[in-house]
């Protein structure tokens, strides 16, 4: 994490747990930071699709959208997009909300570049190799 907010150059990062540590970037200035870099280098996976999702939420705030009910809504109806959906206080608070269809992912990777797929499993993945005996080996 240290590494991240050293090439970011802004943001913090903080213990949340005894195993559990959070770099959270705050300030609209440097939010734009983090939003140019994911222009400049575009998430190859269904996670683009959160990304714009949260980059619409952010140029709501960014526009002093938010500070209106209708502003708001969009968010809500944005964040219900997301992965991690509403909460249940969320959803109790916004039931009159109109919520949208998540995007689908097309052709979002095209030309895997080794580095991207190196950077996807350290992140992301596993492998895993298990090695047995066939049964055709074992009668031999």
Not at 20 to 36: A, E, H, L, P
Not at 42 to 50: R, T, V
Request: proline share 2%.
């Amino acid at each position: 994490m240290k590494e991240i907010q050293n090439y970011f150059g802004v943001g913090s990062i903080s213990k949340q747990s005894e195993f559990t540590y959070q770099y959270r970037v705050q300030s609209i200035k440097d939010m734009i930071t983090i939003i140019n870099h994911f222009d400049n280098y575009p998430l190859l996976s269904e996670k683009q699709i959160d990304y714009q999702l949260i980059k619409k939420a952010f140029n709501l705030i960014y526009n002093k959208e938010h500070l209106t009910n209708e502003g708001l809504r969009k968010i809500v109806a944005l964040k219900a997009c997301l992965k991690t959906g509403l909460s249940s206080e969320l959803s109790y608070a916004f039931s009159d909300a109109i919520l949208i269809d998540r995007p689908l992912v097309e052709n979002l990777v095209q030309n895997i570049d080794p580095y991207w797929f190196a950077g996807f499993t350290s992140g992301e993945g596993c492998f895993y190799i298990k090695i047995f005996k066939s049964r055709a080996c074992a009668q031999k």
